[in-house]
């Protein structure tokens, strides 16, 4: 059974994804990875081993103890997870992954089209869900959290049938509304399939960084938690 | 008419354009801006005034008298060649500007599309060509110069075609082949229908400050030799 003091190991996303069109084209978004950066931060600060998968053009995180794997594609991001997952106990997924991509057998990673003039249409499908992928690997011992930007009104249900699609421990539900705030305003919910029957909200609208230490301060002893609860149970025999 | 003294006004673009999907996503492509913001950090070093109007992300010049405007779209990079033009003695059009973008009507920038599983389809269309446009409205003491990338065996007569094409002064023609050399082996072409049967290669292939060097070095004479013929002519009531 891990002890209080074991160190706790943090798998965390940011940033975009870019998925390619051509080998110079791309379709990205506007995720700057500031608040998956500042997280990773705030959780090497709290005397987490934290391993932070960054994505294109993002901001990097200030402090050098974090160790940092860029990623470019939704496929690249995928091929990481799988390669780290097992080794984390808590799995922060802040990326913004594309939910679409150029269709793959369209895709020239070799040249560049030419410019013909008139219309053009590129075909897109859908990426996979990494964080439902996740969960559906991840071992019991280990914690999923993932992020949903939902409109107040039906913040609370959006995030309920979230947790329960993918499959994971935890949410953290911003109201739509605040996107462009600078301050946060969140609630942490647990999966009560996972018997996770908790509700946590930010006292008020809290400034990112603060966002960044509330948050961790929450993980660190519901990580622990979770440990050693499976710890007890693979000890005393139960399953 | 100027005497040689006279302060030249550099106008430069630099950089990629990002055509917003909606108000999330967007189609980029992978320009750094780095050649751009090289050339005018020389030219301003060499006592030119410098206009750079820059892309998203793109890296930025060192010189603080670099004067920087910054655009996200071919739209946005469009108003402001429409602002800045007239005002500049030199235009080197160094941005990678995209030739498709969404279609206007399609695009949502209110919102962001929910994921619904399943294909979609992003219908583009053609940018309006910048170079070309600005052509068409420059004055005749206005020395407009592009680029091309092209492969090497038919660089030369993609260069001349493209001359006549957008209707522009010189164009820099890069060989494909040396894309991701780290050094420039460049071709400086005039355009003969503007008087300007001038070839001018670079001294073998040199790195990148050096290239910004020596082009800045080429267009100084260039750009005074255009002005002082124009107002020697209206001088002589020659038209």
Not at 125 to 146: I, M
Not at 168 to 196: Q, R, Y
Request: glycine fraction near 8%.
């Amino acid at each position: 059974m891990p002890s209080d003091d074991a160190t706790l190991r943090l798998l965390i996303t940011a940033g975009p994804t870019y998925e390619p069109i051509d080998a110079v084209r791309f379709i990205g978004n506007r995720s700057s990875g500031r608040l998956g950066s500042s997280l990773a931060d705030r959780a090497v600060q709290a005397g987490w081993d934290v391993t932070l998968l960054l994505g294109p053009n993002a901001v990097a995180p200030e402090d050098e103890r974090v160790q940092i794997v860029r990623f470019q594609s939704c496929q690249d991001l995928e091929d990481l997870l799988e390669q780290h997952l097992s080794r984390c106990d808590t799995l922060v997924m802040a990326a913004a992954v594309a939910d679409y991509r150029p269709v793959a057998d369209e895709v020239n990673l070799e040249g560049k089209r030419k410019r013909v003039g008139g219309a053009l249409s590129v075909q897109l499908e859908s990426t996979p869900d990494l964080l439902a992928g996740c969960a559906k690997r991840a071992r019991q011992d280990q914690f999923l959290v993932g992020f949903a930007l939902e409109p107040r009104e039906r913040m609370m249900s959006s995030a309920l049938s979230k947790l329960e699609r993918k499959g994971i421990d935890m949410i953290v539900a911003n109201p739509l509304e605040t996107m462009d705030a600078g301050t946060i305003e969140a609630t942490l919910i647990g999966n009560p399939a996972k018997g996770l029957e908790i509700q946590i909200e930010t006292p008020g609208p809290i400034s990112k960084p603060d966002f960044a230490n509330w948050l961790i301060e929450q993980l660190t002893p519901l990580t622990r938690q979770r440990m050693s609860e499976l710890a007890g149970n693979a000890t005393n025999g139960a399953q």
